[in-house]
């Protein structure tokens, strides 16, 4: 059905950048909003930042300044540029999507297959 796919996750030196993609394909009929999840060994999944498809952005307090969500509407597509990469960024990134629906209720949450970021010297 939907399908997301991920990539630009790797290793990178505290202080460094990465950009990471997802796009999205299959019949989606509206996106509510495309945004990125994080989940570091032990611990919980956490938000990292999410964009309306109106372009509306909500940031997680840990990446405010560095993070930045941008999306391309026309090709389904959401990225998460990463600038003054820290150790404690390091995780898996996931990317989601909530899409609108014609059945209750009525939205629907797509997942990415995770990508994974390293930071470390």
């Known amino acids: 059905q939907v399908q997301l796919v991920e990539s630009g996750g790797g290793l990178v030196q505290p202080g460094g950048s990465l950009r990471l993609s997802c796009a999205a394909s299959?019949?989606?009929?509206?996106?509510?909003?495309m945004g990125w999840y994080r989940q570091a060994p032990g611990k919980q999944r956490e938000l990292v930042a999410t964009?309306?498809?109106?372009?509306?952005?909500n940031y997680a307090d840990s990446v405010k300044g560095r993070f930045t969500i941008s999306r391309d509407n026309a090709k389904n597509t959401v990225y998460l540029l990463m600038n003054s990469l820290k150790p404690e960024d390091t995780a898996v990134y996931y990317c989601n999507i909530r899409v609108i629906t014609t059945t209750p209720p009525y939205d629907h949450d797509y997942w990415g297959q995770g990508t994974q970021v390293t930071v470390s010297s």
């Open positions: 299959g019949s989606i009929f509206s996106i509510y909003a």
């Open positions: 964009i309306t498809s109106g372009g509306s952005t």
